[in-house]
């Protein structure tokens, strides 16, 4: 590996990038993470920022010494009992509360009041982070600490390990990055507009991506790439007999595997964009290579995949023309819960207990961040799982985040079954098949077992073991998605209320489940059911 500091002059800061390689001739390899980092004095950053609405004072790290702190379920969690600013006494510190999705990681770093100056890790291309836009990495954290995430598992696990054989061989461009200072003239000006600073100095180092200021062979020019664009449209004749203009789509480009395969692809390189209101896309600065086009579409189930190789040259526009997207689909919709947007964010989640709090999130649209949420289902149920009654419950109060285990008073766990009531109006057609699209946000060494009308008999159909994604213990509201398709024959479907069990078994840890991203039950091709003209 290489690692290379750039400093030009009248720049404010310093780029670094790392180039990673694994030659033929070495023997097999993993590697699961790597990162730059930066802790700086603790002294004087005591203000994290990464976001608008995710910034704020920090406890100090010596507030997380066991004689100031209590270990809650793992050790990156602690609750602050006794810190040095009574202020943080009573709440939870955790790093993986500042988790972001790598499209949303730009600059985040720590601002000093006296003197006024910022540190900040601005990151102007995700084109070399492995998994895709919605890969969630760590930023800043209590140390003070700033993070640059090249590659990691987290939210994903084993799927996304840098496995080498022994006669493989491999080369990476890690960055460049910056990391940018800035500082006020004015003692008496506000640090927080440092921050305001840091964001212009974002979107500067946006704009003058790709560099040209690397000397390396290995990291291309602007005139050394290609884009690639077109129009992506969805094809779904029971929302609408027109094709619709994906609005607001992921498009991008990654190495050539199956459906769905960018989300864990850890190797190549990959570049994204989103789709206009009218479904139109252009993805710029790509690497000369052969691709495949992915996207999937708010709104919509599944994955989009070009079949067809593209492969960009040095400088050349490649137009695609009309693309059609046809997401999964057999007949009308009956019922559904929840929207296809690939998160849980949509459905019930609750208050933390009053012992673990972070105040950030108090009132803050990622209220999922909170510590400990797990435990409040079973505060929620005591005595009975979820049941969830179609045209009754509303999802966005009654369905709760993540399916978890059930804490039992001798510290056990046990699995949890949840209940989907719905009434059809008509004799189900015997002879038919009615289809079930459950499409997940993550799993954690969890099993989705489904049964209809009969919570006793054997599944109807088992996922069998499934994920390491471990979102549900470090805060976060997806892992990888999932989708899967259940047939149910019209003859286990009763006229009148017919109920789904959705059972998930396992349970030998707290952390153990399913988040759901979106759940439909579709009626034969043959019936009416709710297709629009």
Known sequence: MFYRFIMLRNSSGFYTYAIYEHLKEWPA??????????????????????????????????DRLPYRSQTLAYPEAVLLVDPMETEFRG???????????????????WICNDPPVGFWQITPSDEFRSAGPHKQNLTSHVGPTTLAVMHSVHYSGEDLILKFGSNEAWKKVFGPIFIYLNSLSDAGGNPLSLWEDAKQQMRIEVQDWPYTFPASQDFPQFHQRGNVSGRLLVKDRYVCKDDIPANGAYVGLAPPGDVGSWQSEVKGYQFWTRADEDGYFCINNIWTGDYNLYAWVPGFIGDYKYDVIITTSAGYDIYMGDLVYEPPRDGPTLWEIGVPDRTAAEFYVPDPSPMFVNRLYVNHPDRFRQYGLWERYADLYP???????????????????????????????????????FKLDCTANETETY??????????????????????????????????????????????YRLYHVGIPGNLLLEGYNTIFLTQPKSTSPFQGIMYDYIRLEGPASSNGNKKP
């Open 91 to 109: 709440e939870v510190d955790d790093k993986y509360q500042y988790s972001c999705e790598n499209k949303d990681n730009r600059v985040h770093g």
């Open 29 to 62: 390899f993993n590697l699961d993470r790597f990162r730059v980092a930066f802790k700086l004095r603790k002294d004087k950053f005591h203000y994290m920022a990464m976001a608008d609405n995710r910034q704020r004072y920090m406890p100090l790290p010596d």
């Open 383 to 421: 005595d009975r799982d979820l049941v969830y009654t179609v045209g009754v419950s509303d999802y966005t109060k009654d369905w709760f985040f993540a399916q978890v285990t059930r804490k039992n008073d001798d510290d056990t766990y046990q699995g949890t079954t949840w209940q989907i009531k």
């Open 435 to 480: 289809k079930l699209r459950l499409a997940l946000a993550t799993a954690h060494a969890a099993e989705l077992q489904v049964r209809v009308n009969d919570d006793g008999k054997s599944p109807l159909f088992s996922s069998g073991q499934i994920g390491k994604d471990n979102t549900i213990a470090r805060h976060g509201i997806h892992g990888l």
